[in-house]
């Protein structure tokens, strides 16, 4: 069973924290926002896949889904100051129920004895700190799992093959096991009964609907048919 999420969606701020981020356009659009196009990618793919879509919609400046609790990431500068009982709140309306609901969607189908294929779509800026993005494609997982490292090293070079003039590497620009959703999921959900991948596209491949769309196609022409033995 495949599942597909967006983590970082969407850019919008509940109109209850307007002002936490007043003047702060720019900064919302920017990639530190959201990740522009993932959604895009995901709803596609999840339709070429006849998979399910789970995606947040709010900003990851006012709380982080793909950070777990406690980590420093879950809350931005315009947000780590607030009260307790206002992060409380904030976590409760905007932060568990995505990752309650990736939770309970991978639970629903491993209780059934089904293997889960998770597939977090994200976009990364083209330029990070003035230093220039070599990798167009990132496929991150933990290499220590047998089966996300059996799809990834068995999806590479079939991308490699139907899109050459795509870079596509494995554990870039960030790590698989850099904590996030899927990293959270693994301590719930043991190799090989849960894999879970993301896929980090580059901003400037995927900037407009129809590249967004020819990027989805071309992941779901080449998704390895079957999982590991
Ligand atoms: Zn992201």
């Not at 491949?205 to 999982?227: F, K, M, N, W, Y």
Request: aromatic share 6%.
């Amino acid at each position: 069973m495949v599942l597909v999420t967006c983590e970082h969606a969407g850019n919008a701020v509940p109109p209850e924290y307007a002002g936490l981020f007043a003047g702060a356009e720019g900064l919302l659009a920017s990639h530190r926002g959201w990740d522009p196009g993932s959604l895009g990618i995901g709803r596609r793919l999840a339709d070429r896949l006849g998979a399910p879509l789970l995606a947040t919609s709010v900003t990851r400046l006012l709380v982080e889904p793909n950070r777990s609790p406690g980590q420093p990431g879950v809350f931005s500068e315009r947000t780590r100051g607030l009260p307790d009982p206002e992060k409380a709140r904030i976590l409760e309306a905007h932060y568990h129920p995505h990752r309650r609901a990736v939770v309970d969607r991978v639970r629903a189908w491993t209780d059934r004895g089904e293997r889960v294929l998770h597939l977090g779509i994200h976009t990364f800026t083209d330029v990070l700190d003035g230093v220039v993005r070599t990798v167009d494609l990132g496929l991150l997982f933990d290499p220590e799992r047998p089966a996300e490292r059996w799809f990834c090293e068995a999806w590479k070079p079939r991308l490699d093959a139907a899109a050459p003039e795509h870079r596509v590497r494995f554990n870039e620009p960030y790590l698989g096991t850099d904590d996030g959703l899927t990293t959270w999921l693994r301590t719930l959900f043991p190799d090989p009964s849960y894999a879970g991948i993301e896929i980090e596209a580059r901003q400037g491949l995927v900037g407009s609907e129809p590249e967004q769309r020819r990027l989805a196609d071309l992941l779901a022409a080449t998704i390895p048919p079957h999982g590991p033995a």
